[in-house]
């Protein structure tokens, strides 16, 4: 149980253009979900919070235009980077919390998703 | 804001036991978790401990937590190839219900030497 998939695995993308990230709870209900972000060799960079049916909460420094997240059901939520430069080509991971379950503390990662800007 | 530190690296031979260990500076946490991330891949959960425990045990994972020093740790017995990985530790804090962050630490790359 408590699967998270991401769709695609890996993007490669020309500059200027925007790219649309899926995060899905396979098998629970996620009333939450996290966007993080990896650089090479570091650890990972919570971007912002989404919940379901509302407006995502944004981290400091994350820019809300640029990275525009909607969660529109309770096991779907998408990242999409608008006018993609070569600076976000990043290591992008999803995470969701089962709002229900007995262990509704723990966050379940998805396998991430790998962006490259030309 | 909350920190979480962690060894960058740790080497250790096939078949001996690894430990890695974390300190955290938050007082509130409530849960501790330790991820496990294979190369290219996301995080899998191993386990966690609840800040009012202070072991947890399962198969070959041992987690020990010391709240007073704010130390965690995590024994993994008879190491072997497949745990080649770097493995995160984070905490995040029941403070706000419904509005908990997972705070990471910077992640240990655990190589095992043959």
């Known amino acids: 149980g408590a699967v998270v998939s991401q769709h695609p695995s890996w993007v490669i993308c020309k500059s200027g253009t925007s790219v649309k990230i899926e995060c899905r709870s396979l098998?629970?209900?996620?009333?939450?979900m996290f966007w993080y972000r990896q650089f090479p060799k570091q650890s990972l960079m919570l971007m912002a919070t989404s919940n379901e049916g509302s407006k995502a909460t944004y981290e400091q420094g994350v820019e809300k235009d640029k990275f525009l997240i909607n969660h529109a059901s309770l096991t779907l939520s998408t990242l999409t980077v608008t006018s993609a430069h070569p600076e976000d080509s990043s290591f992008y991971i999803c995470s969701a919390r089962d709002g229900a379950g007995f262990e509704w503390e723990t966050q379940y990662f998805g396998p991430g998703t790998r962006l490259l800007v030309l | 804001g909350e920190d979480v530190e962690q060894s960058l690296f740790l080497s250790v031979r096939e078949g001996d036991s690894s430990v890695i260990n974390c300190t955290y500076t938050?007082?509130?946490?409530?849960?501790l978790y330790w991820y496990k991330q294979e190369p290219g891949a996301g995080l899998q959960l191993l386990t966690y401990?609840?800040?009012?425990?202070d072991m947890k045990q399962d198969q070959r994972l041992t987690v020990l937590l010391n709240k007073k020093d704010k130390h965690l740790s995590l024994r993994i017995a008879d190491t072997q190839t497949g745990d080649s990985a770097i493995y995160f530790c984070?905490?995040?804090?029941?403070?706000?219900?419904?509005?908990?962050?997972?705070?990471f630490g910077t992640g240990t790359r655990l190589t095992i030497i043959p």
């Open positions: 938050d007082s509130s946490s409530t849960y």
């Open positions: 401990i609840f800040s009012n425990m």
């Open positions: 098998d629970f209900q996620a009333t939450t």
């Open positions: 984070a905490e995040t804090a029941a403070i706000n219900f419904g509005n908990e962050k997972l705070t």
